[in-house]
T-cell receptor, first 112, second 112 residues
Framework: ETGVTQSPTHLIKTRGQQVTLRCSSQ?????VSWYQQALGQGPQFIFQYYREEENGRGNFPPRFSGLQFPNYSSELNVNALELDDSALYLC???????????FGPGTRLTVL | QKEVEQDPGPLSVPEGAIVSLNCTYS??????FMWYRQYSRKGPELLMYTYSSGNKEDGRFTAQVDKSSKYISLFIRDSQPSDSATYLC????????????FGTGTRLTIIP
Protein backbone atom coordinates (compact mmCIF):
# COMPACT_ATOMS: atom_id res chain seq x y z
CA GLU A 1 0.00 0.00 0.00
CA THR A 2 1.24 3.46 -0.94
CA GLY A 3 -0.82 5.33 1.61
CA VAL A 4 -2.42 7.38 -1.18
CA THR A 5 -6.19 7.09 -1.44
CA GLN A 6 -8.59 8.44 -4.05
CA SER A 7 -12.34 8.88 -4.25
CA PRO A 8 -14.62 8.04 -5.82
CA THR A 9 -13.47 4.81 -7.47
CA HIS A 10 -15.74 5.23 -10.48
CA LEU A 11 -17.75 8.13 -11.82
CA ILE A 12 -20.09 8.61 -14.77
CA LYS A 13 -20.86 12.11 -16.04
CA THR A 14 -22.39 13.62 -19.15
CA ARG A 15 -20.74 16.03 -21.54
CA GLY A 16 -20.71 19.61 -20.28
CA GLN A 17 -20.92 18.70 -16.59
CA GLN A 18 -18.32 19.45 -13.94
CA VAL A 19 -16.52 16.90 -11.76
CA THR A 20 -14.38 16.96 -8.60
CA LEU A 21 -11.98 14.11 -7.81
CA ARG A 22 -10.28 13.76 -4.44
CA CYS A 23 -6.95 12.46 -3.22
CA SER A 24 -5.49 11.95 0.23
CA SER A 25 -1.74 11.61 0.69
CA GLN A 26 0.41 10.35 3.53
CA UNK A 27 1.17 12.74 6.33
CA UNK A 28 4.29 14.73 5.41
CA UNK A 29 3.86 14.26 1.67
CA UNK A 30 3.58 17.92 0.73
CA UNK A 31 3.84 17.50 -3.05
CA VAL A 32 0.99 16.04 -5.07
CA SER A 33 0.69 15.51 -8.80
CA TRP A 34 -2.27 14.57 -10.96
CA TYR A 35 -2.11 12.43 -14.10
CA GLN A 36 -4.61 11.40 -16.76
CA GLN A 37 -4.31 7.88 -18.17
CA ALA A 38 -6.36 7.13 -21.25
CA LEU A 39 -7.06 3.50 -22.09
CA GLY A 40 -3.94 1.78 -23.44
CA GLN A 41 -1.72 4.79 -22.78
CA GLY A 42 0.77 5.86 -20.15
CA PRO A 43 -0.20 8.51 -17.61
CA GLN A 44 0.00 12.13 -18.80
CA PHE A 45 1.05 14.84 -16.33
CA ILE A 46 -1.72 17.37 -15.62
CA PHE A 47 -0.19 19.52 -12.84
CA GLN A 48 1.49 19.41 -9.46
CA TYR A 49 0.91 21.22 -6.21
CA TYR A 50 3.46 22.04 -3.55
CA ARG A 51 2.47 23.66 -0.28
CA GLU A 52 -0.98 24.47 -1.68
CA GLU A 53 0.26 26.25 -4.80
CA GLU A 54 0.39 25.04 -8.40
CA ASN A 55 4.02 24.30 -9.20
CA GLY A 56 4.09 22.99 -12.75
CA ARG A 57 1.51 22.18 -15.40
CA GLY A 58 1.35 19.88 -18.37
CA ASN A 59 -0.41 20.42 -21.68
CA PHE A 60 -3.95 20.59 -20.32
CA PRO A 61 -6.47 23.44 -20.75
CA PRO A 62 -7.52 25.76 -17.90
CA ARG A 63 -10.75 23.86 -17.38
CA PHE A 64 -8.56 21.41 -15.47
CA SER A 65 -7.85 22.98 -12.10
CA GLY A 66 -6.81 21.83 -8.67
CA LEU A 67 -6.54 22.57 -4.99
CA GLN A 68 -4.26 21.28 -2.26
CA PHE A 69 -5.15 21.54 1.42
CA PRO A 70 -2.99 21.69 4.56
CA ASN A 71 -4.19 18.23 5.65
CA TYR A 72 -2.39 16.57 2.66
CA SER A 73 -5.60 16.17 0.67
CA SER A 74 -6.13 17.59 -2.79
CA GLU A 75 -8.76 17.94 -5.51
CA LEU A 76 -8.84 17.85 -9.28
CA ASN A 77 -11.69 19.79 -10.86
CA VAL A 78 -12.67 19.47 -14.49
CA ASN A 79 -15.25 21.84 -16.00
CA ALA A 80 -17.21 21.49 -19.23
CA LEU A 81 -16.49 17.78 -19.54
CA GLU A 82 -15.74 16.39 -22.99
CA LEU A 83 -15.95 12.80 -24.21
CA ASP A 84 -12.14 12.66 -24.44
CA ASP A 85 -11.89 13.35 -20.71
CA SER A 86 -12.90 9.73 -20.12
CA ALA A 87 -9.84 8.20 -18.46
CA LEU A 88 -8.28 6.94 -15.24
CA TYR A 89 -7.22 9.92 -13.11
CA LEU A 90 -4.28 9.27 -10.83
CA CYS A 91 -2.78 11.29 -8.05
CA UNK A 92 0.75 10.76 -6.81
CA UNK A 93 2.53 12.13 -3.78
CA UNK A 94 6.17 12.56 -2.86
CA UNK A 95 7.63 12.92 0.57
CA UNK A 96 10.12 15.49 1.76
CA UNK A 97 13.04 13.24 0.90
CA UNK A 98 13.52 11.14 -2.19
CA UNK A 99 12.28 11.59 -5.70
CA UNK A 100 9.97 8.61 -5.85
CA UNK A 101 6.31 9.24 -6.50
CA UNK A 102 3.67 6.97 -5.05
CA PHE A 103 0.39 6.60 -6.87
CA GLY A 104 -3.13 6.11 -5.63
CA PRO A 105 -5.50 3.54 -7.17
CA GLY A 106 -7.12 6.13 -9.42
CA THR A 107 -10.63 7.33 -10.24
CA ARG A 108 -12.12 6.02 -13.45
CA LEU A 109 -14.17 8.77 -15.10
CA THR A 110 -16.57 8.01 -17.93
CA VAL A 111 -18.08 10.91 -19.86
CA LEU A 112 -21.18 10.08 -21.90
CA GLN B 1 7.75 11.83 -32.05
CA LYS B 2 7.06 10.96 -28.43
CA GLU B 3 9.68 11.80 -25.81
CA VAL B 4 9.54 8.22 -24.50
CA GLU B 5 8.94 5.20 -26.73
CA GLN B 6 7.92 1.82 -25.36
CA ASP B 7 6.75 -1.25 -27.25
CA PRO B 8 3.16 -1.83 -26.10
CA GLY B 9 3.35 -5.58 -26.68
CA PRO B 10 1.53 -7.68 -25.73
CA LEU B 11 4.40 -9.91 -24.61
CA SER B 12 3.79 -13.51 -23.51
CA VAL B 13 6.51 -15.70 -22.01
CA PRO B 14 6.51 -19.04 -20.16
CA GLU B 15 6.91 -19.14 -16.39
CA GLY B 16 10.55 -19.11 -15.32
CA ALA B 17 11.79 -17.24 -18.39
CA ILE B 18 13.84 -14.05 -18.28
CA VAL B 19 11.83 -11.04 -19.42
CA SER B 20 13.41 -7.99 -21.01
CA LEU B 21 11.44 -4.73 -21.21
CA ASN B 22 12.84 -1.62 -22.85
CA CYS B 23 12.27 2.07 -23.43
CA THR B 24 14.04 4.64 -25.52
CA TYR B 25 13.88 8.38 -25.03
CA SER B 26 14.85 11.52 -26.86
CA UNK B 27 15.20 14.14 -24.09
CA UNK B 28 18.82 14.18 -22.92
CA UNK B 29 17.79 16.16 -19.83
CA UNK B 30 16.23 13.07 -18.25
CA UNK B 31 18.27 11.98 -15.22
CA UNK B 32 15.88 9.92 -13.12
CA PHE B 33 14.43 6.69 -14.41
CA MET B 34 11.67 4.57 -12.96
CA TRP B 35 9.79 1.39 -13.70
CA TYR B 36 6.22 1.01 -12.53
CA ARG B 37 4.02 -2.09 -12.56
CA GLN B 38 0.31 -1.62 -13.10
CA TYR B 39 -2.26 -4.33 -12.61
CA SER B 40 -5.57 -4.05 -14.39
CA ARG B 41 -7.73 -1.23 -13.05
CA LYS B 42 -5.13 -0.29 -10.41
CA GLY B 43 -2.69 2.59 -9.95
CA PRO B 44 0.98 2.21 -10.95
CA GLU B 45 3.25 0.67 -8.31
CA LEU B 46 6.88 1.79 -8.15
CA LEU B 47 9.25 -1.14 -8.83
CA MET B 48 12.66 0.36 -9.50
CA TYR B 49 14.19 3.82 -9.32
CA THR B 50 17.61 4.71 -10.72
CA TYR B 51 19.60 7.88 -11.15
CA SER B 52 21.76 8.46 -14.24
CA SER B 53 23.53 5.54 -15.96
CA GLY B 54 24.23 2.15 -14.44
CA ASN B 55 22.56 -0.95 -13.09
CA LYS B 56 20.40 -1.54 -10.05
CA GLU B 57 19.25 -4.90 -8.76
CA ASP B 58 16.38 -5.70 -6.41
CA GLY B 59 15.54 -9.37 -5.99
CA ARG B 60 14.44 -10.76 -9.33
CA PHE B 61 14.42 -7.31 -10.95
CA THR B 62 17.35 -5.50 -12.57
CA ALA B 63 17.13 -2.01 -14.06
CA GLN B 64 19.72 -0.75 -16.53
CA VAL B 65 20.21 2.77 -17.81
CA ASP B 66 22.43 3.69 -20.75
CA LYS B 67 22.26 7.46 -21.11
CA SER B 68 24.68 7.49 -24.05
CA SER B 69 22.17 5.45 -26.06
CA LYS B 70 19.10 6.94 -24.36
CA TYR B 71 17.96 3.41 -23.59
CA ILE B 72 16.67 1.85 -20.40
CA SER B 73 15.79 -1.75 -19.60
CA LEU B 74 14.07 -3.82 -16.94
CA PHE B 75 14.93 -7.50 -16.59
CA ILE B 76 12.77 -9.94 -14.66
CA ARG B 77 14.40 -13.25 -13.74
CA ASP B 78 12.49 -16.43 -12.91
CA SER B 79 9.25 -14.83 -14.07
CA GLN B 80 6.07 -15.77 -12.21
CA PRO B 81 2.39 -15.64 -13.23
CA SER B 82 1.97 -12.89 -10.60
CA ASP B 83 4.33 -10.74 -12.70
CA SER B 84 1.60 -10.52 -15.37
CA ALA B 85 0.80 -6.81 -15.58
CA THR B 86 1.53 -3.70 -17.61
CA TYR B 87 5.03 -2.29 -17.08
CA LEU B 88 5.51 1.45 -17.49
CA CYS B 89 8.82 3.23 -17.78
CA UNK B 90 8.91 6.82 -16.52
CA UNK B 91 11.55 9.50 -16.35
CA UNK B 92 12.13 13.04 -15.13
CA UNK B 93 14.74 15.75 -15.51
CA UNK B 94 15.27 17.20 -12.06
CA UNK B 95 15.14 16.03 -8.50
CA UNK B 96 11.80 17.11 -7.13
CA UNK B 97 10.46 17.70 -10.63
CA UNK B 98 7.13 16.00 -10.43
CA UNK B 99 6.54 15.87 -14.13
CA UNK B 100 7.10 12.24 -14.92
CA UNK B 101 7.07 11.39 -18.60
CA PHE B 102 5.77 7.87 -19.15
CA GLY B 103 6.00 5.35 -21.93
CA THR B 104 2.79 3.77 -23.17
CA GLY B 105 3.42 0.61 -21.13
CA THR B 106 4.15 -2.99 -22.15
CA ARG B 107 1.49 -5.57 -21.35
CA LEU B 108 3.19 -8.73 -20.07
CA THR B 109 1.62 -12.16 -19.56
CA ILE B 110 3.51 -15.00 -17.86
CA ILE B 111 2.11 -18.35 -18.96
CA PRO B 112 2.09 -21.05 -16.23
Amino acid sequence: ETGVTQSPTHLIKTRGQQVTLRCSSQSGHNTVSWYQQALGQGPQFIFQYYREEENGRGNFPPRFSGLQFPNYSSELNVNALELDDSALYLCASRGRQGNEQFFGPGTRLTVL
Amino acid sequence: QKEVEQDPGPLSVPEGAIVSLNCTYSNSAFQYFMWYRQYSRKGPELLMYTYSSGNKEDGRFTAQVDKSSKYISLFIRDSQPSDSATYLCAMSANFGNEKLTFGTGTRLTIIP
